[in-house]
């Protein structure tokens, strides 16, 4: 039976947030796929972001900007604001880049994300 989602259950977000981790990992331990693993964790963080967002009573909107989805946790006084800042400045600066030609790519940093503590390293 088909799974039916609801965009207003934070749930579904992290549903499909840790569905797309799950990729993510496994392409990375087989070092696959490099630029699109970036891209899709911006994915990821993006979705965790709306989760956290709609669960504390936010009306969803279609929104792709991570610094202003950081910015409405902060001023929701979420846990998450403080833990997400870096990553949301940190993969706005790569999403586009990652994903449309005309730029510069950087070699694969496979290693930083599996550091202890890598943190904003993720897939840098």
């Keep these: 039976m088909p799974r039916k ?5 934070p749930n579904d977000w992290v549903w499909t947030a840790e569905s797309d ?22 994915g990821v963080l993006e979705k965790t972001l709306k989760a956290e967002l709609i669960r504390t009573g936010w009306f969803l909107e279609k929104a792709h900007d991570w610094l202003k989805l950081n910015n409405e946790l902060k001023a929701r006084r979420s ?3 403080a833990l997400s ?4 400045e940190e993969l706005a600066e790569h999403y586009f880049i990652d994903r449309y030609p005309g ?3 950087d070699d694969p940093d ?6 202890p503590g890598a943190g904003t ?4």
């Design 103 to 105: 730029f510069d790519l």
């Design 121 to 124: 390293r993720a897939l840098r």
């Design 85 to 88: 800042k870096s990553l949301c």
């Design 21 to 42: 981790l799950s990729g993510i990992r496994l392409l990375a331990t087989q070092e696959l796929a490099y630029v699109m693993c970036r891209s899709k964790l911006a």
């Design 110 to 115: 496979w290693p930083a994300p599996r550091e």
């Design 5 to 9: 989602t609801d965009s207003n259950n």
């Design 79 to 81: 846990d998450l604001a």
